[in-house]
């Protein structure tokens, strides 16, 4: 069965670290986009970062450039996003996603979600 299972996120403080993770089952992450949506209450699912299967190319939404930095351990089959700095407006929910491109319509995979919360 190919599923994504993610972990990482809590509740913390504004200007406070949190690492985001991502492991496939059932497939691997290697032949496809891999990235990072969020959804925070009242809005759109959005990608935050996105990486391209030859790992050549990233994507950054414009309000996390410079604060978190997507990677990948192809040997663990995992995707991992390293959130510094966090501002109170980056609490959504956060899903871990593959497919064929950085835009929802392209995703064939979803994690579950993950909380991710911070306060002012």
């Known amino acids: 069965e190919e599923h994504i299972v993610e972990s990482g996120g809590g509740l913390v403080q504004a200007g406070d670290s949190l690492r985001l993770s991502c492991a496939a089952s059932?497939?691997?992450?290697?032949?496809?986009?891999v990235g990072w949506f969020r959804q925070a209450p009242g809005k759109e699912r959005a990608a935050v970062s996105c990486?391209?299967?030859?790992?050549?190319?990233?994507y950054y939404q414009e309000s996390v450039k410079g604060r978190f930095t997507i990677s990948t351990d192809k040997t663990k089959n995992t995707v991992y996003l390293q959130m510094n700095n966090l501002k109170p407006e980056d609490t959504a929910v956060y899903y871990c996603?593959?497919?064929?491109?950085?835009?929802?319509?392209?995703?064939?995979?979803w994690g579950q979600g993950t909380q991710v919360t911070v306060s002012s």
């Open positions: 996603a593959a497919g064929g491109g950085c835009l929802s319509a392209l995703v064939n995979y």
């Open positions: 059932g497939f691997t992450f290697d032949d496809y986009v």
């Open positions: 990486m391209s299967a030859s790992m050549s190319n990233t």
